[in-house]
Protein backbone atom coordinates (compact mmCIF):
# COMPACT_ATOMS: atom_id res chain seq x y z
CA UNK A 1 0.00 0.00 0.00
CA UNK A 2 1.47 3.33 -0.77
CA UNK A 3 0.69 6.57 1.67
CA UNK A 4 -2.15 8.00 2.31
CA UNK A 5 -0.83 11.69 3.22
CA UNK A 6 -2.85 15.04 4.10
CA UNK A 7 -1.02 18.72 2.84
CA UNK A 8 -2.35 21.12 4.78
CA UNK A 9 -1.39 24.98 4.47
CA UNK A 10 -2.87 28.41 3.04
CA UNK A 11 -2.70 29.47 -0.71
CA UNK A 12 0.03 29.70 -2.27
CA UNK A 13 2.01 27.70 0.78
CA UNK A 14 3.79 25.51 -2.58
CA UNK A 15 1.55 22.40 -1.52
CA UNK A 16 0.89 22.01 -5.25
CA UNK A 17 4.86 21.99 -5.90
CA UNK A 18 5.04 19.65 -3.47
CA UNK A 19 2.09 17.25 -4.58
CA UNK A 20 3.90 16.71 -7.69
CA UNK A 21 7.03 15.50 -6.63
CA UNK A 22 4.95 13.05 -3.82
CA UNK A 23 3.55 11.86 -6.88
CA UNK A 24 6.91 11.25 -8.78
CA UNK A 25 8.52 9.70 -5.82
CA UNK A 26 6.00 7.46 -3.77
CA UNK A 27 3.69 6.91 -6.95
CA UNK A 28 0.68 7.96 -4.93
CA UNK A 29 -2.53 9.87 -6.70
CA UNK A 30 -2.47 13.49 -7.03
CA UNK A 31 -6.04 14.36 -5.14
CA UNK A 32 -6.82 18.22 -5.56
CA UNK A 33 -10.31 19.87 -5.32
CA UNK A 34 -8.47 22.96 -6.52
CA UNK A 35 -7.91 21.66 -10.05
CA UNK A 36 -11.12 19.52 -10.20
CA UNK A 37 -13.18 22.33 -9.39
CA UNK A 38 -11.22 24.22 -12.48
CA UNK A 39 -12.04 21.36 -14.52
CA UNK A 40 -15.39 22.11 -14.03
CA UNK A 41 -15.50 25.42 -12.93
CA UNK A 42 -19.06 25.36 -15.23
CA UNK A 43 -20.95 22.80 -13.85
CA UNK A 44 -24.79 23.20 -13.04
CA UNK A 45 -25.50 23.22 -9.87
CA UNK A 46 -28.67 25.54 -9.48
CA UNK A 47 -30.23 22.02 -8.44
CA UNK A 48 -28.74 22.13 -4.92
CA UNK A 49 -31.02 25.84 -4.67
CA UNK A 50 -27.38 27.77 -3.31
CA UNK A 51 -26.66 31.14 -3.55
CA UNK A 52 -24.71 30.20 -7.35
CA UNK A 53 -25.25 28.26 -9.90
CA UNK A 54 -21.88 26.98 -10.83
CA UNK A 55 -18.60 26.03 -8.73
CA UNK A 56 -16.73 28.89 -11.01
CA UNK A 57 -18.95 31.55 -9.37
CA UNK A 58 -17.68 31.08 -5.69
CA UNK A 59 -14.13 30.52 -6.78
CA UNK A 60 -13.52 33.53 -8.87
CA UNK A 61 -14.16 35.24 -5.48
CA UNK A 62 -11.91 33.40 -3.48
CA UNK A 63 -15.25 31.71 -1.48
CA UNK A 64 -15.39 28.04 -0.76
CA UNK A 65 -17.26 25.66 -2.84
CA UNK A 66 -20.52 24.68 -0.77
CA UNK A 67 -19.36 21.07 1.38
CA UNK A 68 -22.09 19.22 -0.82
CA UNK A 69 -20.27 19.37 -3.95
CA UNK A 70 -16.52 19.00 -2.39
CA UNK A 71 -16.94 16.06 -0.26
CA UNK A 72 -18.64 14.08 -3.21
CA UNK A 73 -15.40 14.98 -5.59
CA UNK A 74 -13.16 13.81 -2.57
CA UNK A 75 -15.10 10.45 -1.88
CA UNK A 76 -15.08 9.62 -5.62
CA UNK A 77 -11.32 10.48 -6.05
CA UNK A 78 -10.35 8.19 -2.77
CA UNK A 79 -11.94 5.32 -3.57
CA UNK A 80 -10.24 4.46 -6.43
CA UNK A 81 -7.10 5.36 -5.09
CA UNK A 82 -3.84 3.35 -4.09
CA UNK A 83 -2.28 6.06 -2.03
CA UNK A 84 -2.76 9.50 -2.04
CA UNK A 85 -1.40 13.32 -1.22
CA UNK A 86 -4.57 15.24 -0.50
CA UNK A 87 -4.78 18.84 -1.60
CA UNK A 88 -6.97 21.65 -0.77
CA UNK A 89 -9.43 19.73 1.29
CA UNK A 90 -10.54 19.33 4.12
CA UNK A 91 -10.90 23.74 4.21
CA UNK A 92 -13.44 23.45 7.47
CA UNK A 93 -14.25 21.59 9.83
CA UNK A 94 -17.11 19.98 8.52
CA UNK A 95 -14.91 18.76 5.51
CA UNK A 96 -12.03 17.70 8.17
CA UNK A 97 -15.29 15.17 10.05
CA UNK A 98 -16.40 14.23 6.53
CA UNK A 99 -13.07 12.64 5.75
CA UNK A 100 -12.84 10.51 8.48
CA UNK A 101 -15.83 8.56 7.53
CA UNK A 102 -13.82 8.12 4.17
CA UNK A 103 -10.52 6.95 4.67
CA UNK A 104 -7.49 7.14 7.45
CA UNK A 105 -4.44 8.99 6.97
CA UNK A 106 -0.48 8.05 7.53
CA UNK A 107 0.60 11.30 8.03
CA UNK A 108 -0.84 14.82 8.22
CA UNK A 109 1.69 17.81 7.16
CA UNK A 110 0.87 21.43 7.61
CA UNK A 111 3.72 23.77 5.62
CA UNK A 112 3.44 27.12 6.80
CA UNK A 113 4.25 30.54 5.58
CA UNK A 114 3.65 33.89 6.64
CA UNK A 115 0.82 36.11 5.40
CA UNK A 116 2.98 39.11 3.46
CA UNK A 117 4.42 36.16 1.78
CA UNK A 118 1.64 34.43 0.60
CA UNK A 119 0.20 37.72 -0.49
CA UNK A 120 3.73 37.92 -2.95
CA UNK A 121 3.29 34.61 -3.67
CA UNK A 122 -0.04 34.75 -5.09
CA UNK A 123 -0.44 38.26 -6.74
CA UNK A 124 2.66 37.70 -8.67
CA UNK A 125 1.58 34.00 -9.91
CA UNK A 126 0.81 33.02 -13.58
CA UNK A 127 -0.14 29.80 -15.01
CA UNK A 128 0.09 28.32 -18.39
CA UNK A 129 -3.25 29.14 -20.19
CA UNK A 130 -2.37 25.33 -21.96
CA UNK A 131 -0.87 22.83 -19.61
CA UNK A 132 -1.25 24.53 -16.17
CA UNK A 133 2.82 25.34 -15.62
CA UNK A 134 3.32 28.15 -12.65
CA UNK A 135 5.42 30.96 -13.17
CA UNK A 136 5.52 34.44 -10.50
CA UNK A 137 6.64 37.76 -12.14
CA UNK A 138 9.47 37.74 -9.91
CA UNK A 139 10.73 34.85 -8.59
CA UNK A 140 10.05 32.49 -11.33
CA UNK A 141 10.17 34.45 -14.69
CA UNK A 142 10.04 32.14 -17.97
CA UNK A 143 12.48 32.97 -20.54
CA UNK A 144 10.14 35.13 -22.61
CA UNK A 145 8.11 37.20 -20.76
CA UNK A 146 3.99 36.12 -20.96
CA UNK A 147 5.66 32.33 -22.69
CA UNK A 148 5.54 28.91 -21.15
CA UNK A 149 8.87 27.44 -21.25
CA UNK A 150 7.36 23.92 -21.39
CA UNK A 151 4.80 24.51 -24.35
CA UNK A 152 4.72 27.56 -25.80
CA UNK A 153 1.29 28.53 -24.17
CA UNK A 154 -0.12 31.79 -23.00
CA UNK A 155 0.49 32.62 -19.42
CA UNK A 156 -2.37 34.48 -17.59
CA UNK A 157 -3.36 35.27 -13.75
CA UNK A 158 -5.53 33.20 -12.44
CA UNK A 159 -8.93 35.37 -12.04
CA UNK A 160 -8.56 34.44 -7.76
CA UNK A 161 -4.82 35.35 -8.08
CA UNK A 162 -6.49 38.96 -8.21
CA UNK A 163 -5.98 41.06 -5.12
CA UNK A 164 -8.91 41.34 -3.96
CA UNK A 165 -9.65 37.62 -4.28
CA UNK A 166 -6.16 36.68 -3.02
CA UNK A 167 -7.39 38.80 0.64
CA UNK A 168 -10.34 37.43 0.59
CA UNK A 169 -8.82 33.62 0.40
CA UNK A 170 -6.69 34.18 3.18
CA UNK A 171 -9.75 35.75 5.14
CA UNK A 172 -11.42 32.41 4.06
CA UNK A 173 -8.26 30.49 5.17
CA UNK A 174 -8.01 32.13 8.59
CA UNK A 175 -11.36 31.78 9.12
CA UNK A 176 -12.25 28.33 7.72
CA UNK A 177 -9.28 25.95 7.50
CA UNK A 178 -6.74 27.29 10.56
CA UNK A 179 -9.15 25.27 12.52
CA UNK A 180 -8.73 22.49 10.31
CA UNK A 181 -4.95 22.35 11.13
CA UNK A 182 -5.68 23.23 14.92
CA UNK A 183 -8.07 20.12 14.64
CA UNK A 184 -4.95 17.77 14.29
CA UNK A 185 -2.20 19.05 15.34
CA UNK A 186 -2.20 16.73 18.31
CA UNK A 187 -2.68 14.15 15.75
CA UNK A 188 0.59 11.58 16.44
CA UNK A 189 0.51 12.03 12.59
CA UNK A 190 0.97 15.50 12.45
CA UNK A 191 4.02 17.23 11.13
CA UNK A 192 4.63 21.05 10.40
CA UNK A 193 7.03 22.19 8.00
CA UNK A 194 8.55 25.83 7.32
CA UNK A 195 7.30 26.35 3.93
CA UNK A 196 9.29 29.72 3.83
CA UNK A 197 12.40 27.66 2.62
CA UNK A 198 13.51 26.61 -0.38
CA UNK A 199 11.33 24.66 -2.79
CA UNK A 200 14.29 22.00 -2.20
CA UNK A 201 14.42 22.86 1.57
CA UNK A 202 10.57 21.88 1.98
CA UNK A 203 11.13 18.91 -0.11
CA UNK A 204 14.22 17.69 1.64
CA UNK A 205 11.98 17.89 5.05
CA UNK A 206 8.18 16.30 3.35
CA UNK A 207 10.36 13.56 1.81
CA UNK A 208 12.28 12.80 4.97
CA UNK A 209 9.07 12.76 6.78
CA UNK A 210 7.14 10.99 4.42
CA UNK A 211 9.55 8.09 4.71
CA UNK A 212 9.14 7.38 7.58
CA UNK A 213 5.75 6.09 6.98
CA UNK A 214 6.40 4.58 3.34
P1 LIG B 1 -6.99 26.09 -4.71
O1 LIG B 1 -6.47 25.86 -6.07
O2 LIG B 1 -6.81 24.91 -3.80
O3 LIG B 1 -6.51 27.37 -4.09
O4 LIG B 1 -8.59 26.23 -4.86
C1 LIG B 1 -9.16 27.25 -5.66
C2 LIG B 1 -10.61 27.50 -5.24
O5 LIG B 1 -11.39 26.30 -5.37
C3 LIG B 1 -10.80 27.92 -3.79
O6 LIG B 1 -10.58 29.29 -3.58
C4 LIG B 1 -12.26 27.52 -3.56
O7 LIG B 1 -13.14 28.43 -4.18
C5 LIG B 1 -12.35 26.21 -4.33
N1 LIG B 1 -11.99 25.05 -3.46
C6 LIG B 1 -10.91 24.23 -3.56
N2 LIG B 1 -10.92 23.28 -2.61
C7 LIG B 1 -12.04 23.51 -1.87
C8 LIG B 1 -12.61 22.88 -0.74
N3 LIG B 1 -12.02 21.83 -0.13
N4 LIG B 1 -13.78 23.39 -0.25
C9 LIG B 1 -14.40 24.42 -0.83
N5 LIG B 1 -13.90 25.08 -1.91
C10 LIG B 1 -12.74 24.62 -2.42
Known sequence: MNPKILLLGPPGAGKGTQSSNLVSEFGVEHVTTGDALRANKEMDISDLGLEYDTPGEYMDRGELVPDDV?????EKALTSADGFVLDGYPRNLDQAEELESMTDLDVIVSLSVSEDELVDRLTGRRVCSECGENYHVE??????AGVCDACGGELIQREDDREEAVRNRLEVFAENTEPVIEYYSDREEFVEIDGEQSLEGVWADLQATVDEVA
Open 70 to 74: VNAIV
Open 139 to 144: FDQPEE
